[in-house]
Nanobody, 119 residues
């Protein structure tokens, strides 16, 4: 099993930056992709960015150029660097670890970290 703990959220003014961290533990060898999502109350959880075990990133088009996903495999930490933050980035941000068994995905989620961007 894998456990995920997010940190780094908080209150920031529009235009500011935050770096979220996701510390992973457990059976990391089975994980294929790490990702970040966010969720606003009353809306579906939204994919933001992912990174494969080989370090290949993928982004939601609307955040390209502002957010960067990276990983430190030695420490089993995945980061989300967020720049030029906007009030609409306010949400709970979740870390995700996914492993595939054939065509079936198995997801593990962190508890989330609140990001609030003030105007």
């Amino acid at each position: 099993q894998v456990q995920l703990v997010e940190s780094g959220g908080g209150l920031v003014q529009a235009g500011g930056s935050l770096r979220l961290s996701c510390a992973a533990s457990g059976d990391m060898f089975s994980i294929n992709t790490m990702a970040w999502y966010r969720q606003v109350p009353g809306k579906q959880r939204e994919f933001l960015a992912s990174i494969t075990s080989g370090g290949v990133p993928n982004y939601l088009d609307s955040i390209k150029g502002r957010f960067t996903i990276s990983r430190n495999d030695a420490k089993d930490i995945v980061y989300l660097q967020m720049n030029s933050l906007k009030p609409e980035d306010t949400a709970v941000y979740y870390c995700n670890a996914r492993k595939w068994r054939g065509t079936i995905p198995y997801d593990t989620w962190g508890q989330g970290t609140q990001v609030t961007v003030s105007s």
